[in-house]
């Protein structure tokens, strides 16, 4: 495992050009900290241990300690000029990490400064194909933004200003048999079942609905702060969301708030483009938008396990039809008989599939 130097240089000086630090009333220098990284890049794997320099230098008065943090959480403190501290990385999330230094003088003069990293997940994600069990219809008019199913039914919800609707479709005859059209002027987004409520998300008016799953009627609404809502799913105690970036955000499903988030990442980068989202055997699968690709999360830390390749899903007759049809959103999880379901915006089949290892 090799070990990683992370140097941070805090500089106490009269310069306030670097940031805007905590000022004394006493007659002293403003104090300003300047951090430098070594190596300068900025990328490290889940496993590498990271050593951080710390080196304080102070033009008036004398040190009375540094202090550092990661992610707002308290690392060490010390009162020598400098020192060393060694993280190890093997039990953090993937994503970004923040670094805090802080450094203060015997007359209480304050100075602070940032650094951030990346840390990338050390799996290479299992390569998986597809194969077609069955397929069945599916309404060309459905521009599809959330699928679940729950006791026998599939429960979809659709999108678009003045169409997105919420429909219930009896999965041993594949027919609708509820249906409720959403108000006008929200675009209907992910919906997951929890409790006997069907939650449901809009793209971008900020707001969510709970309604009763048997008949859809409105218990209550919420905010939240994400600038876009996208895919929902739960894994049985708390709701995940996606709002297109890289993060998973855990809601407690009575107060709406949010407990958790986890960033994804897989050895490259993070990932994002977050869409449809299904909770199935203790991973979450999400539809990355615009892509024929659905990756398999670790919900405990963010690292991709594996990518599902569904090219050529659609047969090309279809996607030749008058219809147009859009890209490949929905997961849909029939836990009583270990079955997954896939399809598209406005595709007219939605397909059982089971997944096939690719041989490399």
């Known amino acids: 495992m090799r ?36 190596p300068r890049n900025t990328k490290y794997i889940v496993g590498n241990k990271l050593s951080f320099i710390l080196k304080t230098k102070i033009k008036d008065g004398s040190l009375h300690k540094t202090e550092l943090f990661l992610d707002g959480k308290y690392l060490i403190t010390s009162n020598k000029p400098e020192f060393t501290y060694e993280l190890k990385t093997i039990n953090l999330e993937v994503g970004i990490h923040h670094l805090k230094a802080v450094a203060m003088t015997d007359d209480g003069t ?36 959330g699928l679940e199913i729950k006791n026998g039914y599939l429960y979809e919800g659709t999108g678009q200003e003045g169409s997105s609707a919420i429909y219930k479709t009896d999965i041993a005859n594949w027919k609708i048999v509820k249906e409720y059209k959403i108000e006008k002027e929200y675009f209907g987004e992910g919906i997951t079942i929890l409790n006997g409520k069907l939650y449901q998300l809009t793209y971008k008016s900020q707001i969510g609905f709970v309604r009763n799953a048997n008949t859809f009627e409105l218990i209550k609404s919420w905010n939240y702060k994400n600038e876009q809502g996208w895919g929902l799913t739960n894994d049985g105690k708390y709701l995940i969301m996606s709002d297109g970036t890289e993060f998973l955000y855990y809601l407690d499903p009575e107060t709406l708030k949010e407990v958790k988030k986890v960033q994804v ?47 050529g899903l659609l047969p090309t007759n279809l996607l030749n039809q008058k219809s147009p049809v859009d890209v490949l959103n929905g997961i849909a999880y029939d836990h009583e ?24």
Not at 112 to 120: D, V
Not at 274 to 299: C, F
Request: proline share 4%.
């Open 3 to 38: 070990t990683l130097s992370v140097c941070f240089f805090i500089v106490f000086s009269s310069s306030s050009l670097l940031l805007n630090c905590a000022q004394s009333s006493k007659k002293t220098r403003p104090p300003v900290t300047s951090i430098t990284i070594t």
């Open 110 to 145: 304050q100075g602070e400064n940032y650094r951030e990293f990346l840390l990338l997940s050390d799996l290479i994600p299992q390569k998986l194909s597809y194969k077609v069990i069955k397929s069945y219809p599916h309404n060309i008019d459905h521009f599809t933004e």
């Open 265 to 311: 990442c897989n050895r490259e980068g993070t990932v994002q483009n977050l869409n449809e989202l299904e909770y199935i055997n203790g991973d979450i699968w999400a539809n990355i938008w615009t892509t024929d690709t659905i990756v398999m999360i670790d919900p405990d830390n963010g690292k991709i396990k594996a990518e599902i390749d569904l090219k």
């Open 337 to 360: 008989k270990n079955k997954v379901y896939v399809t598209g915006k406005l595709w007219p089949k939605i397909f059982e599939i089971e997944l096939v290892k690719i041989k490399k």
